[in-house]
């Protein structure tokens, strides 16, 4: 249960104190748990969608929102504004991009990638409480945490040190590819809308690695926060525009 402990303290703000440093076989073991830990994120969504179904639509997306944040602590969300500033300011060099990302500082573009997903999402959250559509909200955490794995089995670590070169060197590769079929299976739950957000997810993801390895030759820890982001935008934004089509 360790690695699940890593993973669940790595990508949430849960309050879970680890008894130990955890070894590099854990560190790669955690990256299975981390759709786990997206269905934990979408449950909890779920709950609160169904509970507070009697607010008004524009408020309780707001509180949807802004609950996804801050279970995430926003760390997906600073993957993203460092990717942005970098892809910007890199101007196509590799080492430049990579001194970038990381800055600390958020630049113009970060902050602008990080209003249009937000506005994004919130249109989308919308759109699915006004179709009464919670049970959705269980999916979209979990396709958003199936990129690490996807990221991580199919790409290079282009940092020489850190938790992603940790990963990349122990992480189960059998049992991380079975993993991703069974949560692309799992997702036929949801009949074509889950079909086409899979899709959605599998494009999105084949068109990021391309693109970071074109520029920085793999992925780094922030290139792999903001594909999280992105896709879990990228198939909620599908699985919405879908629903007004198959159902």
């Known amino acids: 249960m360790t690695a699940f402990w890593i993973a669940l303290q790595f990508l949430t703000t ?3 104190q680890l ?50 944040i801050w279970l995430t602590g926003g760390l997906h969300l600073d993957g993203l504004a460092d990717t942005a500033d970098a892809w910007v300011g ?45 049970i959705a909200l269980l999916l979209f955490p979990v396709l958003g945490r199936v990129a690490p794995l996807i990221l991580f089995l199919t790409t290079n670590y282009v940092r020489a040190k850190g938790l ?26 949801f009949a074509w809308l889950g079909l086409i957000a899979c ?10 690695r391309r693109k970071f390895i074109q520029r920085i030759g793999g992925i780094t820890g922030d290139t792999v926060g903001a594909s999280i982001e992105i896709i879990e935008c990228v198939s909620l934004l599908v699985f919405t525009m879908g629903s007004f089509y198959l159902r």
């Not at 990302?101 to 989308?124: E, F, H, Q, R, T």
């Not at 997810?201 to 068109?207: A, D, E, H, T, V």
């Open 199 to 208: 899709m959605s997810m599998m494009i999105g993801l084949w068109y990021l």
């Open 19 to 68: 008894k130990a440093m955890p070894t590099p076989q854990q560190n790669g073991q955690s990256l299975l748990f981390y759709p786990v830990v997206g269905l934990i994120i979408g449950v909890i969504l779920f709950a609160i969608a169904s509970v507070l179904h009697a607010v008004p639509i524009v408020l309780l997306s707001s509180v949807i929102l802004v609950i996804w």
């Open 14 to 16: 849960f309050p879970v």
């Open 164 to 189: 992603g070169r940790s990963i990349v060197s122990t992480m189960p590769r059998k049992s991380a590819w079975l993993l991703v079929m069974v949560i692309v299976c799992g997702s036929f739950y």
């Open 90 to 134: 890199g101007f196509g060099d590799a080492e430049r991009t990579l001194k970038i990302m990381k800055d600390p500082a958020c630049g113009p573009i970060g902050v602008l990638s990080l209003i249009i997903i937000c506005i994004l999402k919130w249109s989308a959250i919308y759109l699915l409480l006004q179709k009464q559509m919670y």
